[in-house]
């Protein structure tokens, strides 16, 4: 039977860990052997988080009156949390394709709590199939640069095609004996800067 400074010792780690976790997913983890409880443990902490195997009267002392309060519903049986520190998304995709592994006995997920709200067994697995982080900032940015890089096409398309067009009327002025004068050249770029103001004005993306 566990000390009372076991206890102390057991309630002071809970305490740090969920003033560090983002996210605590509540599983059963009966049937697991001691080699399998480990492996899961350091698939976690690859990912900055750790798996916790902790009495229910203990996680509820520590939960009780914090954001994580939402976990005492989810505490029946023996419990071990996975805690994602850094990464929630990346945490529970730990425990989806351990669950999803050839085993004699699947972890079973009950549910969990992040930022203060609780999720069912689905809607952890729903966390693990969001994408990286990494992924959603990539194509956040390039949700955000879009706009710019069209505008630059848009600019840079209508600008060459305003060489393109002031080289024809050179050529056809030269062909057809006219002299090609500063003033004549004015005049057409005048034109052309009409005609280029009118294309980027349709061009460039809304």
Do not use: C, H
């Not at 050249?185 to 005048?190: G, L, M, P, T, Y």
Request: cysteine-free; overall charge neutral.
């Amino acid at each position: 039977m566990p000390t009372k400074l076991q206890k102390n010792e057991s309630v002071s780690q809970l305490k740090e860990q969920f003033g560090k976790a983002q996210v605590a997913i509540v599983t059963d983890y009966r049937g697991l052997t001691v080699a399998e409880i480990t492996d899961l443990r350091r698939r976690l902490q690859k990912v900055g988080g750790d798996f916790t195997v902790a009495k229910n009267t203990l996680i509820r002392l520590v939960a009780k009156e914090t954001e994580w309060q939402d976990l005492d519903s989810l505490l029946k049986g023996p419990t071990a949390l996975a805690i994602g520190y850094d990464d929630p998304v990346a945490a529970a995709k730990v425990i989806s394709d351990f669950q999803k592994e050839k085993r004699k006995v699947k972890i079973q997920v009950r549910g969990g709590v992040m930022q203060g709200r609780q999720m069912d067994a689905q809607g952890v697995q729903l966390l693990a199939e969001t994408p990286p982080r990494e992924v959603l900032l990539s194509r956040l940015m390039g949700s955000m640069l879009s706009p710019a890089t069209g505008l630059v096409v848009a600019l840079s398309g209508v600008a060459r095609n305003l060489v393109y067009a002031l080289e024809a009327v050179r050529k056809q002025k030269e062909e057809a004996g006219d002299n090609v004068t500063e003033s004549t050249v004015s005049d057409e770029v005048a034109s052309e800067q009409v005609a280029f103001g009118e294309a980027v004005t349709d061009d460039v993306p809304s």
